[in-house]
């Protein structure tokens, strides 16, 4: 997903309304307390003004000393309510701000999980995890501190500067002129400040997706001595995104001062035109006294809101890259009003019609070009060709992880693209030619092909796959770690451990992609009678290029640039002396 220049502003963060919805009653609570907080805030320059003037002013040292006890005690209730207030403010924006971040990245990564394989053409993973991560971390801050501290300063803020206007309408009002001046290069300072925080966060991202690109393929980074070009590669990555982090940060530091400095110098001019009032007896010290407290109040503030909206901007670029992803919709989805598959007995029926489909990434050479096949249920069908003929295209399409350019692909009479695909996939079952591993158990692994099945079940489908005595060999048998992607397995092992959960799932359908490919002379002799029982009742489709493998496949049929060329039983294939014969020659020769 490339990225796209941002337009927006912190408007941006409205993106996050579906997420505080839900929780309309903590963030109330969070915004009383917030109010409160600040309202005991400005609430003490006024018990302040009531000492100075009450009890320091007062002649008789014992009612003075009576008198400041008293407002001593008031200034105590206030820090008291202060304090009460601002930690039930902070835990309630704290519990929203990781609830809100959790939700998030839920809802970002079940929906990348359902997107088409078109998707992944366009977006490297490395990107998609640093938008998990870093972006939500962002949003995180916000929700959870900053949009807070921005909202109890700006109650604050504008509560000082509704005293100090009450109090000295005539300085503030001339404060207020120079403030509405301040407004405008902060708001140019901020749009270049988004812009920047944007571009960060993307920079970043390249260097999580070259990352995740090398990290997962380590053995062949290694094989090639290729090391220190890769880490060359990485810190020129990071360099980048140090480069566009410090302009941001420079932008940033800018944009801050002018705000201080500029507020400081306005509220000061306030501050000056208090004390030549107090001099000329118009206001009393304790009137002065409340005033420069309302005018630390509104400066600081300011000084945090200067602050505030800095992150606000980084967050808001965060939260648009954020909505990309949530906003993408893949091409393929299920129908609204899907249609009921019909039970399969004895295997799925399989009838393509007239198919001609283009990948996405490369829309002028077809990959599958006017392709008919019918298979019968039952029937097991062998796809083989060289490289790049559509064997595996095939296999994606009866999938539908894309849907074609025409013509369609009906399974027990019904057309793909009318049932759910939940539905779709549940009736079929394959073995990829490089078997996945995920980072759990064996037992776990298995049990990926259908997660209620008991031990028992698991068991049995390895030890039909011939996986049940390396298993049970392992430091702890079915409950051993296999590492990340399987690393403490052999090529063969994997294989034998992706063919037991596709057995333990049962499909109708059965897809075979070179299931046989990573496995020695004598696993493969295993594992073959193993699929030769798996296919009974059910139809299979295989694809190889061992072509050993396919030699008692119902049919053969031979793929060349997208279309069929011919088709048969192996002996016929090689009685017609066409491009399977010329295939198995080159093999069998071998």
């Known amino acids: 997903m490339p990225s796209t220049p941002a337009k927006a502003s912190p408007r941006s963060l409205s993106g996050l309304l579906p997420f505080l919805r839900p929780y309309r009653g903590r963030i109330g609570l969070a915004m009383l307390f917030l109010v409160l907080a600040a309202m005991a805030t400005l609430v003490f320059p006024v018990a302040l003004r009531s000492l100075i003037d009450g009890g320091l002013a007062a002649q008789d040292k014992g009612t003075a000393l009576m008198a400041l006890r008293e407002h001593f005690v008031e200034l105590f209730a206030v820090a008291v309510g202060l304090g009460f207030f601002s930690a039930a403010r902070f835990y309630m924006v704290s519990w929203l701000g990781e609830r809100v971040t959790a939700d998030l990245r839920n809802a970002v990564y079940g929906h990348v999980l359902e997107q088409s394989p078109e998707f992944f053409e366009s977006t490297q993973t490395g990107e998609v995890l640093s938008r998990l991560t870093t972006d939500t971390t962002l949003v995180q801050t916000v929700v959870g501190s900053s949009l807070s501290m921005g909202l109890r300063n700006a109650v604050m803020g504008v509560g000082a500067l509704g005293m100090l206007v009450w109090t000295n309408p005539y300085v503030m009002t001339q404060v207020l002129g120079i403030l509405v001046i301040v407004v405008l290069p902060s708001v140019w300072f901020g749009r270049r400040v988004r812009r920047l925080s944007r571009a960060s966060q993307d920079r970043i991202a390249d260097s999580s997706a070259i990352a995740a690109e090398v990290l997962n393929a380590i053995p062949v980074v290694q094989s090639y001595t290729a090391e220190s070009r890769e880490a060359s590669r990485f810190e020129a990555s990071t360099s980048e995104a140090?480069?566009?982090?410090?302009?941001?940060?420079?932008?940033?530091a800018l944009l801050i001062a002018f705000i201080i400095i500029a507020t400081s110098a306005a509220l000061l001019w306030g501050l000056y035109q208090g004390t030549q009032a107090v001099m000329a007896g118009r206001i009393t010290a304790g009137h002065l006294g409340e005033t420069v407290v309302y005018v630390i109040i509104l400066a600081g503030a300011a000084a945090v809101l200067g602050e505030v909206y800095g992150d606000l901007l980084r967050a808001a670029g965060a939260t648009e890259r954020l909505m990309e992803l949530l906003d993408s919709r893949s091409p393929v989805a299920s129908p609204a009003n899907p249609l009921t598959p019909q039970a399969a007995h004895g295997g799925s029926a399989i009838a393509i019609e007239n198919l001609t489909f283009h990948y996405p990434s490369r829309p002028a050479t077809p990959a599958l070009?006017?392709?008919?096949?019918?298979?019968?249920?039952?029937?097991?069908?062998?796809?083989?060709?060289?490289?790049?003929?559509?064997?595996?295209?095939?296999?994606q399409l009866l999938l539908r992880f894309y849907d074609p350019l025409q013509g369609r692909i009906l399974l027990d009479g019904v057309a793909t693209n009318a049932l759910a695909l939940h539905d779709l996939r549940q009736r079929i079952g394959i073995v990829p030619q490089d078997a996945v591993v995920f980072s759990s158990s064996a037992m776990e692994n298995i049990r990926y092909g259908k997660p209620g099945a008991s031990d028992e079940e698991v068991m049995a489908a390895a030890k039909a796959a011939f996986a049940h005595d390396f298993i049970e060999a392992l430091p702890e048998g079915y409950g051993t770690f296999l590492g990340e992607r399987g690393v403490r397995l052999s090529g063969g092992q994997r294989q034998r451990i992706a063919i037991a959960r596709a057995m333990l799932k049962n499909p109708p359908l059965l897809l075979l992609d070179e299931a046989t490919s990573a496995l020695d002379a004598e696993s493969e002799r295993m594992v073959q009678a193993a699929l030769e029982s798996a296919m009974r009742d059910r139809t299979t489709l295989v694809i190889a290029h061992r072509l050993a493998t396919v030699q008692k496949a119902d049919r053969i049929v031979v793929l060349d640039h997208g279309r069929i060329v011919e088709q048969g039983t192996h002996h016929s294939l090689v009685a017609a002396n066409g491009v399977y014969a010329r295939l198995a020659a080159l093999q069998f020769m071998e």
């Open 369 to 395: 070009k006017d392709f008919s096949l019918s298979v019968a249920p039952g029937e097991t069908v062998a796809l083989v060709g060289p490289s790049g003929a559509g064997k595996s295209t095939v296999f």
């Open 242 to 252: 140090f480069g566009t982090a410090v302009r941001r940060s420079r932008a940033r």
